[in-house]
Every structure is written in structure tokens, then in C-alpha cells.
């Protein structure tokens, strides 16, 4: 029985830009199959990690391996067997819709129509905007070019750097139906993005911050590694609240989570002992309400723990 190496390994990979520190010794393996986040902030290192899994950039130290190949000794052999949807669009402006495909599909000495099957479900909601300049597209028309363009080739690995940012949530929930319709095919995943929501959306993620990774697992195990009492807590004036409630004794950590805070405790306590310190500092319309830890919660405290 043959058996394939694991579809991305690296170990110990720096990068530094000048002074500037964009990877610090970070280390990881994904298996063949598996859609992998790699979830931070912008600067977090992201895009830097992905462009050298892809061979664009060259570590400074480390080594890396995708598919079993050496991504500085055999770049060649990776360029035919992934797929690349860098974070900013960039294909073709001038181009339409039907000429991007097509110029991607000869570079890789193929055409649309042997691959088509693996695209036809994104390719549909294109054919209407066949012959449009691709600069013309919408956001999330332009999203989907690219991806069909990464596809047309048939990559075992897709690379995706934050490829949801700036698209409308309706754009944002396809494009991850999409992925999942990908993975059902065998191919391997590793996609970045600074939405913490679509973490959940991954089999296991890596959190990164300033070069580093906090933390690797699956999104459940990382949110239920949060084992501090959490609250989400509501009042008029959110701003003030926030500073108040990081002036509260108890407090272990706090931040704004959507239009709440989630504020945790160092032990466990009375939520009406919160809200009579908040009636004391003249907050009003106070609530305070347990709830159950997040994948951000646990970020955030990894990032200041």
C-alpha cells in the first residue's frame, strides 16, 4: 500500500523583512484532504507563510515540503499541483471574464473544458458575465473569477489568502459553501483570513499573531480551552462601559464583541454583583448575561496572557 506524504509540512520557518519580523519560527503539518484556517490579524505573518508555501518568497531559515517537495529545491513540481488566489485580485483588469480562464488553463497546458466539472458550479454564476472586462465585476464576481482561475488546472492544494475580505456576508457564505464543496473532492485547503467566525468553518486552525502561533487545533477544542467564567454585558454608553468594567476588580479580561462586551472573570461570580458596581459608576439599561466562550475569546486571551 503506497501511502502519500502529508500534503503541507514546515518546520522552524523564519522571515524578516529588514527589521521587520513577519515569521518566527513557526511550525506545522496538514494532512492530504483537510481545510486548514490560519486565523490572525492583519501583520499577523499570514500572507507571508502562505507566499512561501507557494514558493514566491524564500525563508530565511527552516525547511518546507508541499506534497513531499522541497519548496526551494523543487518549486517547479508545487507550481503544477497547487493553486494560488492571492488577497488582493489580481488578475487580468483588461481582460473578460472568458479570456482570464482561458490565458490560466493554457499556462498549465490545459483548457477550461477538461476541468470544467470542477469548476461548472462557480463557472454557472459567471457564464452571464462571460465577455465583461474582469475589472468590471463585483466584488464577489471578481472572488469567484479568481477561484475558478486557481481551479482550472485541478490543484491538490488550494492556497487562499484572506479571500473573503471586503466581500458582502451573502458573497462570504457561498464562497465557504463552495470550499466545503471543494474538500469533498480530495482537495486540500489551507485558507487565511482575520474573520474569526469562519474558523469554526475549518477543520483545525492555527491562530497567529506578530509571526507566532498561539495555538493549533480544531475550532471546538480551542473555544472550549477557555475555562474562565464569561458574560456578555450590555449598557447605554458601550465606550465607558468598556473602561469600567476593565477598572472592576474581577475582571480577567474584556473586550467589544459585536454590540456587547464579553467580559471574563477570574472566578466565578453573582452577575448582580456587576450590575450594581455598573449602577454605582451611572450606567444605564444594564444587562449581563452568561454565555459560552468563542474562538476570539480564547485569541484575545492569548494574545494579552
Not at 507566499?51 to 508541499?66: E, F, H, K, S
Not at 518549486?75 to 493553486?83: K, L
Amino acid at each position: 500500500m503506497t501511502t502519500h506524504p502529508p500534503a503541507l509540512v514546515f518546520d522552524n520557518i523564519h522571515k524578516s523583512f529588514g527589521p521587520v519580523t513577519a515569521l518566527e519560527g513557526v511550525s506545522l503539518e496538514i494532512g492530504r484532504g483537510e481545510l486548514f484556517g490560519l486565523i490572525g490579524p492583519d501583520g499577523a505573518g499570514k500572507t507571508t507563510l502562505m507566499r512561501i508555501l507557494t514558493t514566491l518568497l524564500l525563508p530565511d531559515q527552516g525547511a518546507a515540503q508541499v506534497l513531499g517537495y522541497d519548496v526551494i529545491k523543487q518549486w517547479r513540481n508545487i507550481r503544477r499541483e497547487v493553486g494560488y488566489m492571492p488577497g488582493r485580485f489580481s488578475l487580468y483588469q483588461d481582460l473578460s471574464v472568458a479570456e482570464n480562464l482561458h490565458f490560466f488553463a493554457t499556462l498549465f497546458g490545459t483548457t477550461v473544458a477538461e476541468n470544467y466539472d470542477l469548476i461548472r458550479d462557480i463557472y454557472e454564476q459567471l457564464e452571464p458575465f462571460r465577455k465583461r472586462r474582469a475589472g468590471k465585476l463585483s466584488g464577489g464576481m471578481k472572488q469567484k473569477l479568481a477561484l475558478c482561475c486557481a481551479l482550472v488546472h485541478r490543484p491538490q492544494i488550494l492556497f487562499l489568502d484572506e479571500p473573503t475580505t471586503g466581500v458582502d456576508p451573502v458573497s462570504r457564505q457561498e464562497f465557504w459553501q463552495i470550499l466545503n464543496r471543494l474538500q469533498d473532492q480530495g482537495i486540500t485547503i489551507f485558507v487565511s483570513t482575520p474573520y474569526m467566525d469562519e474558523a469554526s468553518l475549518c477543520d483545525r486552525v492555527a491562530l497567529i499573531q506578530d509571526g507566532h502561533f498561539l495555538a493549533v487545533d480544531k475550532p471546538g477544542a480551542l473555544a472550549a480551552s477557555y475555562e474562565h467564567p464569561l458574560y456578555a454585558v450590555k449598557a447605554r454608553d458601550r465606550f465607558r462601559l468598556l473602561q469600567d468594567v476593565r477598572q472592576w476588580p474581577p475582571t480577567y479580561q474584556a473586550f467589544p464583541f459585536g454590540e456587547q462586551l464579553h467580559l471574563s472573570t477570574r472566578t466565578e461570580i453573582d452577575p448582580q454583583q456587576l450590575v450594581g458596581y455598573l449602577t454605582q459608576q451611572g450606567h444605564q439599561e444594564i444587562t449581563v448575561t452568561p454565555t459560552a466562550p468563542t474562538i476570539e475569546d480564547r485569541f484575545m486571551e492569548l494574545m494579552t496572557h
